[in-house]
């Protein structure tokens, strides 16, 4: 992998339940050269797609509470559409492992309590498999420090593209 011979349709895919067996490390290793899938087999919170509705339904809000969403740091806060990226817009929060930055981005947008604990839950989950998925990379290059991570912030961003028939085609962003 890496040699540019590769058949680019072909993405490989890491199942991460098969860790910590060697071929697995070896694969992700070869894929991380290239781009991978990754596969994680859960059990859905809600198979009634509730938790992804109100994770979208804060994309919905008026825009006028959206730019509330802000917060001072690089690539955090509102993404309103703009000339640019008329399609594309955005929630973003700096640090998930901070409680004060969490608990901020929930209260400018006047999220309820439902709201709050799912999209919480969803968020911490996805960082957890971020650093996860991070030490078994580091791991698969024989580096001995796993601790790469220590005072990262974990950024979570919520996207939301405005297409419509008359759009199809065109970049998102």
């Not at 008329?86 to 929930?106: C, I, K, M, N």
């Not at 996860?132 to 791991?139: C, D, E, I, M, R």
Request: a negative charge; glycine letters at 6%; one cysteine or more.
């Amino acid at each position: 992998m890496g040699d540019g011979d590769e058949d680019c349709k072909t993405i490989p895919a890491i199942n991460l339940q098969n860790f910590p067996d060697e071929e697995e490390y070896r694969k992700l290793r070869e894929a991380s050269e290239t781009c991978m899938g990754l596969l994680q087999a859960c059990e859905p919170q809600d198979p009634s797609g509730s938790d992804v509705r109100d994770e979208i339904s804060l994309l919905d809000l008026p825009m006028e509470i959206k730019k509330q969403n802000k917060s001072g740091k690089d690539l955090a806060g509102s993404i309103a559409p703009s000339k640019l990226n008329p399609l594309y817009e955005s929630l973003g929060l700096f640090d998930l492992a901070s409680p004060r930055a969490v608990h901020s981005f929930f209260s400018q947008l006047d999220a309820s309590s439902h709201q709050r604990d799912v999209i919480a839950k969803y968020a911490q989950a996805t960082c957890e498999q971020v650093v996860n998925v991070g030490k078994k990379l580091t791991k698969s290059y024989g580096l001995v420090n796993n601790d790469f991570h220590k005072g990262w912030p974990c950024r979570f961003r919520m996207n939301k593209y405005n297409f419509s028939p008359e759009s199809v085609g065109s970049t998102g962003v």
